[in-house]
């Protein structure tokens, strides 16, 4: 989806129709030499501590320093859920700490990315490098070099290895795409400034995006907030609703009148011939 697709779509609840067992990135595959892949992750597993770098279809991908704007969402966001995770059943890790994303297809797997922030909740995943196995929330915050990797390379792996929640932080336009799993597919929705997000594998969390992206508390309590949100999402879903029933409508009546023989009609102003 590009920005004007999502400039379009800001607000609405959108569906990706794409399965699982259908690839959706666009790049042409390539068959990678084994060897070169054992040598390439040796230089992965080798690299200075703390590096910010990931290994994905048998390469190393070096990920960019993060500026100000990157570290200051992150901070925001790894103290809303850290605060929030303390005591309970869940943990929270942030960058750099690995992910071994496929390690529960393939325990022989390498594929390895770091997530800007991370929850998961099964306490046996948990290794001394990071996480072996899918959690079961990723943040991911768009990088201004490569927004693509997030947008549509990190979102197909998080899909097939089924990541419950997947949120991409936008620093530029100030929005936040959760995607939801639902069974094989993720449910997208775009929330902005005067939104409230509710992570649908935390009980009580509430992150208020006015606060994330200025740094200040909304002017609304976290509940009233929700119910007006949905009250939003509620009434857009009604206008939809409304004018795909209305389309139906024009295409029966269209083809009435072609069954009728009539060839030249207008259906704003009910006239044909």
């Known amino acids: ?23 959706m990135v666009s790049e042409a595959k390539v068959a990678y030499d084994v060897d070169e892949v054992s040598i390439e992750y040796e230089k ?23 500026n100000d704007r990157h570290q200051e969402l992150l901070l925001r966001l790894g103290l809303r859920f850290g605060n929030y995770l303390h005591g309970k059943q869940c943990t929270m890790r942030w960058a750099p700490s690995d992910v071994k994303i496929e390690y529960e297809l393939d325990q022989f797997s390498r594929e390895t990315v770091q997530p800007d922030l991370y929850v998961y909740c099964d306490e ?69 400034k005067g939104d409230v997000i509710k992570p649908t594998i935390l009980d009580s969390l509430y992150l208020n995006v006015t606060e994330l992206f200025e740094g200040s508390e909304g002017d609304e309590i976290p509940e009233i907030a929700v119910v007006r949100q949905e009250e939003r999402l509620l009434a857009q879903k009604m206008v939809r609703e409304s004018h795909a029933k209305i389309e139906a409508e024009q295409v029966a009546m269209i083809k009435r009148f072609l069954k009728m023989g009539f060839s030249n009609f207008d259906i704003t102003r009910d006239r044909c011939s």
Do not use: C, H
């Open 44 to 66: 992965y597993r080798n690299l200075p501590e703390m590096t910010r770098a990931e290994f994905t279809d048998g390469k190393i991908y070096y990920l960019a320093s993060a």
């Open 1 to 23: 989806m590009d920005e004007k697709e999502l400039e379009k779509n800001q607000g609405k609840d959108i569906t990706y129709e794409t399965e699982l067992e259908v690839p």
């Open 124 to 192: 046996r995943k948990k290794s001394k490098q990071g996480l072996n196995g899918t959690p079961d929330l990723v943040i991911e915050i768009l990088s201004p070099s490569d927004p693509r990797r997030d947008k549509v390379f990190k979102f197909n792996k998080y899909l097939k290895v089924g990541v419950k929640e997947y949120w991409i932080v936008d620093p530029e336009r100030e929005e936040v795409m959760v995607n939801v799993l639902k069974g094989i597919r993720y449910e997208t929705t775009i929330y902005v």
